[in-house]
């Protein structure tokens, strides 16, 4: 046999092993340091997959600098050492041919390599010349220690919060709904509400193709013979419908009538959980008059007023969802024998209604007292593994720092200062540009009252996935192609 | 590329057998000892379109419900910049 054989045989029965010890639940596996009778020893680190929000711990194999091995974390409560198909390529990604491998400065209409020494100062320089019209624009794939050093770069260095992530525009309906309903921006649920559900209803949500590793306790449940409801409200067929009991096919933005039937149909049975109700919960119904982030006090009585157009009939006509499927969700959210899992996450958080619709889903569950235990939980999904960590819990926002502390507050600024041994008053108390305000000010001509000129992006690629790049983006970069502060001009990381 | 998978499949045992001898006819894939319904499987494939295709082809047969990846070599696939990421 020879040795190229030998080699291929081992990581077989490395994979095999690795595969075989996943399926009996063992933890007897061990990443193996060297293939065969190779001398040269592979080590392994733990790093972040960024595709998804899941936030799965992968361990990274590295030989003579170069990565030759991926594999999931055994030791992480979030994957349990499995990863989805997007790892195949978390290694792979590093070695595409499109990838950058050093800086490129636009000059005309062409990109030309230069060297890291001269990105930085060209980069220092332009910050040097206006901090104050400088602005970082990342993301929820920031790691917590990235986003930590821009954080800091900004608004302990230079005294300008212009910093924000792309999670601004994707879970801004997500925190709201947060806020206003319990006062505080977290989600309610966690992961381990999958492993305890006897229903799971996916609300406008594919996690078998979005966040898999996370469907796959589902799925692993349910292969050892546990019995579990999966229910798909969405507007289109995923690889998730096909392993749910249910689908219900709505309308766009059809949700919100069957949160608001089946909120009406446990009052009208009289099957909403009373006691959770007059311990816990207060009633709030739009204000028209002015507009808030948490509404006008109603009574219950007048709570159940508002509802009362929506019957299932009614509801049907709206949502495109048979009334007999509203009456279904209506009486599992009326059992009390049952634990009941909402997941949701972009197909809410961005439609037009997305805040509405966030209050609405928290809203059901704690009208049905199916709430604060094990399995029976909203559960808002991110789209990206650090839109907490990163972008909240970091602050990496333009009102924010870290630990849930805001500029606005003198005191949050003296702690930040004290923490990071800055002198008092360094920290500015003006909230920086949120997202598209940046952007804004960014393709606004500075005659015209534009005051950025510069940002640096980071983990992201607002190119794609601004709103309205017509107005966010491409004028900027039509009128000022020689910027270094346009995206593809950003420094990229070297390969090693 | 040469990966471990976990395949979840369905509690409908009767569709089980055709679902093995595909797996088990094809070169490219070797077949581990079942667990309960989590099946390990080992894959080669020549660069990650052709890992792609061969996922596929897997969550497309009747009775796999899901797919987890648990380790990928890929000193071969990059060797050479021949990585398609």
């Known amino acids: ?496 | 590329m040469i990966s471990g998978l976990v395949l979840y499949l369905n509690r409908d045992e009767a569709i089980w057998s055709e679902t093995l001898d595909a797996l088990t006819a094809q070169a490219e894939i070797a077949v581990g000892q079942r667990y309960e319904s989590r099946l390990p499987v080992v894959v080669e494939s020549s660069d990650g379109s052709n890992a792609r295709d061969l996922t596929q082809w897997i969550l497309d047969l009747p009775g796999v419900d899901h797919l987890d990846v648990t380790y990928v070599d890929l000193e071969e696939a990059t060797r050479g910049e021949n990585g398609d990421g």
């Open chain 1, 1 to 496: 046999m020879d040795k190229q054989q030998n080699r291929r045989d081992f990581i077989r029965s490395a994979a095999m092993a690795s595969a075989t010890a996943a399926a009996a639940g063992s933890t007897s596996f061990s990443l193996p340091k060297v293939y065969g009778d190779e001398n040269s020893a592979i080590e392994w680190n733990k790093a972040p997959c960024r595709f998804c929000g899941t936030g799965c711990h992968v361990q990274v194999g590295v030989r003579d600098g170069q990565v030759v091995a991926v594999a999931g974390d055994r030791e992480a409560d979030v994957n349990k050492g499995l990863l989805c198909v997007k790892g195949y390529h978390v290694g792979a990604v590093l070695y595409g041919k499109d990838r950058l491998t050093k800086p490129l400065l636009r000059r005309d209409d062409k990109y030309v390599e230069i060297e890291w020494s001269e990105a930085i100062k060209i980069i220092a320089d332009r910050i040097e010349a206006a901090p104050d019209r400088f602005g970082f624009y990342g993301s929820g794939q920031w790691t917590i220690p990235e986003g930590y050093a821009a954080q800091k770069f900004i608004k302990g260095g230079l005294s300008n919060n212009h910093i924000d992530p792309n999670a601004r525009l994707c879970m801004a309906s997500a925190v709201t709904g947060f806020l206003a309903t319990y006062g505080v921006d977290e989600p309610a649920g966690c992961y381990d509400d999958l492993d305890n559900c006897d229903v799971l209803i996916m609300w406008g949500n594919n996690p078998a193709e979005m966040h898999p590793v996370l469907f796959s306790r589902v799925v692993d449940r349910r292969s050892r013979g546990e019995d579990i409801t999966l229910i798909d409200i969405g507007t289109r067929k995923t690889r998730t419908t096909q392993q749910c009991e249910h689908y219900l096919e709505m309308k766009p933005h059809g949700d919100l009538a069957v949160a608001n039937g089946i909120a009406h149909l446990l009052i009208e049975n009289g099957t909403f959980d009373k006691s959770f109700v007059e311990n816990h919960c207060n009633f709030k119904s739009p204000d028209s008059e002015n507009p808030n982030l948490h509404g006008k006090a109603v009574s219950f009585d007048e709570y159940k007023e508002l509802l009362k157009p929506y019957t299932p009939e009614r509801v049907e006509e709206l949502s495109g969802v048979a009334a007999a499927d509203i009456r279904m969700l209506a009486d599992l959210f009326g059992r009390r024998d049952i634990r009941i899992t909402s997941l949701w996450c972009m197909g809410v958080n961005q439609h037009t209604r997305g805040t509405a619709m966030n209050c609405l889903i928290h809203g059901v569950h704690l009208l049905s007292g199916h709430f604060g235990r094990p399995g029976d939980a909203p559960t808002s999904l991110t789209g990206q593994p650090s839109a907490c960590g990163t972008a909240r819990e970091v602050g990496t926002l333009a009102h924010a720092l870290p630990g849930g502390r805001v500029v606005m507050k003198p005191e949050h600024r003296q702690q930040a200062e004290m923490i990071w041994k800055l002198p008092e008053g360094r920290i500015n108390a003006k909230p920086g540009y949120h997202t598209v305000k940046m952007w804004e000010q960014f393709c606004t001509p500075a005659e015209e009252g534009g005051d950025i000129d510069t940002i640096w992006v980071q983990v992201t690629n607002p190119g794609h996935s601004l709103p309205n790049l017509n107005k966010l983006l491409t004028p900027k970069l039509d009128s000022k192609k020689n910027s270094l502060s346009s995206r593809k001009s950003t420094p990229q990381p070297q390969r090693n």
